[in-house]
């Protein structure tokens, strides 16, 4: 099991081939960190599919808008929704996007994101200063690496549950 320092700031996604531990940045990204935070709380990422998946480049999942599987899932708008609250605005810093991190999904404009977020698979270096960077995996990335593949996935996984380690 992954050395938790700080419970507040950690997060667990429950994938169907095991949990994958997340380390928030709140000193990087506070405004990230805590968006991702107030939904998980709210068991809004609970069973969200991958609705974008690259290999070799990064997961994608947290429309909780369009992409619960459980409830009103859309796999046609899968990918354009995001949550009823308002947009968060960028928070670049000096973290490259390297294998593991958290990177905060958004359309052209800079401070739209909202819900939706990546994992990269591998160092994606292209990216940097371009999307906001707030968390990387410490413990589970053998998990995120066995994520179902497609733009989307013919079979999407899902994130089961997802919690902050504090309240788990």
């Not at 459980?70 to 308002?86: A, F, I, K, Q, V």
């Amino acid at each position: 099991m992954a050395e938790i320092k700080d419970p507040e700031n950690t997060i667990i996604i429950e994938l169907k081939d095991g949990p994958v531990t997340i380390e928030l940045l709140p000193d990087v990204a506070p405004k990230h960190t805590e968006r991702m935070k107030e939904l998980a709380r709210a068991g809004k990422y609970d069973n969200v599919a991958f609705h974008r998946v690259i290999d070799g480049f990064m997961a994608q999942t947290g429309d909780v808008e369009h992409g619960n599987m459980e409830n009103d899932y859309n796999p046609r708008r899968c990918g354009t929704g995001g949550s009823e609250l308002p947009d968060v605005k960028a928070e670049f810093s000096k973290l490259p996007h390297d294998r593991g991190t958290l990177g905060a999904a958004r359309s052209q404009n800079p401070d739209s994101a909202n819900s939706q977020f990546f994992i990269n698979f591998k160092d994606n270096h292209f990216l940097n200063g371009q999307y906001t960077v707030y968390g990387r995996v410490i413990e589970g990335m053998e998990h995120v690496d066995k994520i179902a593949k497609g733009e989307p996935p013919a079979n999407p996984d899902r994130m089961i549950s997802v919690k902050v380690a504090a309240d788990a």
